[in-house]
Nanobody
Framework: QVQLVESGGGLVQAGGSLRLSCAAS????????LDWYRQAPGKQREFVAY???????IYADFVKGRFTISKDNAKNTMYLQMNSLKPEDTAVYYC????????WGQGTQVTVSS
């Protein structure tokens, strides 16, 4: 079992920045990859960014150049640095771990005001 806890969400003005964190615990040695998803009101959950165990990254087109995914293995924590935020980035952001099966955190709300 893997437990994931997100933090760092909040209210920010358009153009601002936030850094989300995802702390992992439990059977973390078997985690193959981590990623971030988001879900806006009335919309389906969508992929945001991915980082492999080796550090390779993939981004959704709508965040390229603005968001950066990273991880600190010593702290068992993944991050999402979000810059140049737009109102359309408003959503609940979820951390997801791939370890045989998928595990989800509880989500953290990000609200970007115009």
């Amino acid at each position: 079992q893997v437990q994931l806890v997100e933090s760092g969400g909040g209210l920010v003005q358009a153009g601002g920045s936030l850094r989300l964190s995802c702390a992992a615990s439990g059977s973390i040695l078997n985690i193959n990859a981590l990623d971030w998803y988001r879900q806006a009101p009335g919309k389906q959950r969508e992929f945001v960014a991915y980082i492999s165990s080796g550090g390779s990254t993939i981004y959704a087109d709508f965040v390229k150049g603005r968001f950066t995914i990273s991880k600190d293995n010593a702290k068992n924590t993944m991050y999402l640095q979000m810059n140049s935020l737009k109102p359309e980035d408003t959503a609940v952001y979820y951390c997801h771990a791939i370890s045989g099966k998928g595990y989800w955190g509880q989500g953290t709300q990000v609200t970007v005001s115009s």
